[in-house]
């Protein structure tokens, strides 16, 4: 069996646990926070121990049998949550790869990179890409000829069309509608329920239906 480290905290790093669990081949040893002492527990009613920071991890990979997921979600601190992941600089071969069992993937027909998360009835249609450290929750869903670029997040219930690509470090909030054929900019955040109707600029907060934007994110 497999050993997981967890980054990060509860939420995120629950769903992750819980999916590593089903799964049956991870033994989870805990987690590396940043911010929660090391010893102390995450998680309501399962809980899991905070091993160390992410400066432990240099010590852990040390076991080849040891896996990573990043369980980061940095609502508008996306570049730098994904600054911070690349200088970690954990080999790609060492993430875990976390894909609930009633995921709908197309076999064959899709490229899913390393560390990524797809939850419980989240579905890929054909021809779909998801690059490395990708988060798709529970029942969201990602159309034909789609790319999902590094650290991109879809919430629960979201819909992406068709040839869209949603760029690095963005997050799709919960119930919101992408348009086929738009262009999703580099660390944007939308909304939860927006519906996007056209391209948005990198580093853009849109919101609303038809989506607008409303502010942007300092780089």
Known sequence: MKNLIILGGSGIGMIAANIAEELGYYNILGFLNDIIPTGEKIGKYKTYKVIGTTNAIEYYLQDENCYFFIAYVGLKK????????????IPTNRYATLIHPTAIIPKGYCSIGHGVLIGPNAQ???DTTVEDNCILLGSSFLGHD????KFAHLATNSVVGANVIVGRGVHIGSNSTIREKTNIGDFSLIGSGAVV???????????GNPAKKISKIPK
């Open 78 to 89: 996306e570049k730098e949550t994904f600054e911070k992941i690349n200088k970690l600089q």
């Open 197 to 207: 109707l056209e391209n948005v600029e990198n580093n853009s907060i849109v919101v």
């Open 124 to 126: 890929l249609s054909p």
């Open 146 to 149: 789609s790319t999902m670029k």
